[in-house]
């Protein structure tokens, strides 16, 4: 290092590390490429050891299947989903109708601009047949770790229904979002604040 004369370095100058993705986040982000450029069918080992770089055996290694791979993509962009969530509960630790609000608008807004999701909807309308099972072979999955995740979060308010009924209210919140991800009906802060009023209402109610 060289001391400038009148000038002494700072730890805190240093330039910040910079994050490397690991070799499973370039895998599937070239199975993300390859499926929205040709298709999930196009979409194999081969393809994405020549894209990354890496022997075929290595992404059998990293990933395994093609189901496993399809699993993986579904389960990332889920992570990705539910940490908006996470940080709207944690945004509004006093306030459950506005972090319920936050959530869906977080949840909704992400939607509308992720290009998987749009391919998997496609496929639902029959443009890539061959994409379904990221969404159909997972819906269960996906629909309980969103519940689970929601659950546990709302478990630290104090809200006055019974279990039962608060099982049933998280479910219905769950199950409504997912439905406005997959066939969205307008813009996601109005969609969320509707949300949000069904919600309030039922809190109201008990």
């Given at each position: 290092?060289?001391?400038?004369?009148?000038?002494?370095?700072r730890?805190?100058?240093?330039?910040?590390?910079?994050?490397v993705?690991?070799?499973r986040?370039?895998?599937?982000?070239?199975?993300?490429h390859l499926?929205?450029?040709?298709?999930?069918?196009?979409?194999?080992?081969?393809?994405?050891?020549d894209?990354?770089?890496?022997?075929?055996?290595?992404?059998?290694n990293e990933?395994?299947?093609?189901?496993d791979?399809?699993?993986?993509?579904?389960m990332?962009?889920?992570?990705r989903?539910?940490?908006?969530v996470?940080?709207?509960?944690?945004?509004?630790?006093?306030?459950?109708?506005?972090?319920?609000?936050?959530s869906?608008?977080?949840?909704?807004?992400?939607?509308?601009?992720?290009?998987?999701l749009?391919?998997v909807?496609?496929?639902?309308?029959?443009a890539?047949?061959?994409?379904?099972?990221?969404?159909?072979?997972?819906?269960?999955?996906?629909?309980?770790?969103?519940?689970?995740?929601?659950?546990?979060?709302?478990?630290?308010?104090?809200?006055p229904?019974?279990?039962?009924?608060?099982?049933?209210?998280v479910?219905?919140?769950?199950?409504?979002?997912?439905?406005?991800?997959?066939?969205?009906?307008?813009?996601?802060?109005?969609?969320?604040d509707?949300?949000?009023?069904?919600?309030?209402?039922?809190?109201?109610?008990?």
């Amino acid at each position: 290092m060289v001391n400038l004369p009148g000038i002494t370095a700072r730890p805190w100058a240093r330039p910040e590390p910079v994050d490397v993705p690991t070799l499973r986040d370039r895998l599937l982000d070239a199975a993300t490429h390859l499926l929205l450029s040709e298709g999930w069918g196009r979409v194999t080992m081969a393809r994405l050891a020549d894209e990354v770089g890496v022997s075929r055996q290595t992404v059998y290694n990293e990933i395994g299947t093609k189901k496993d791979l399809a699993e993986a993509l579904v389960m990332r962009e889920l992570d990705r989903f539910l940490a908006g969530v996470v940080r709207s509960f944690d945004e509004n630790p006093d306030d459950l109708v506005q972090a319920i609000r936050d959530s869906a608008r977080r949840v909704l807004k992400y939607a509308r601009n992720n290009a998987l999701l749009h391919a998997v909807v496609s496929a639902t309308h029959g443009a890539d047949t061959e994409l379904l099972p990221l969404l159909t072979t997972h819906a269960e999955f996906l629909l309980g770790g969103a519940k689970l995740v929601v659950g546990e979060r709302i478990a630290t308010y104090d809200i006055p229904l019974p279990e039962d009924r608060l099982d049933s209210a998280v479910d219905m919140v769950v199950r409504v979002v997912l439905s406005h991800v997959m066939q969205p009906s307008g813009d996601p802060a109005a969609t969320a604040d509707d949300i949000a009023w069904i919600v309030e209402r039922v809190l109201r109610a008990d």
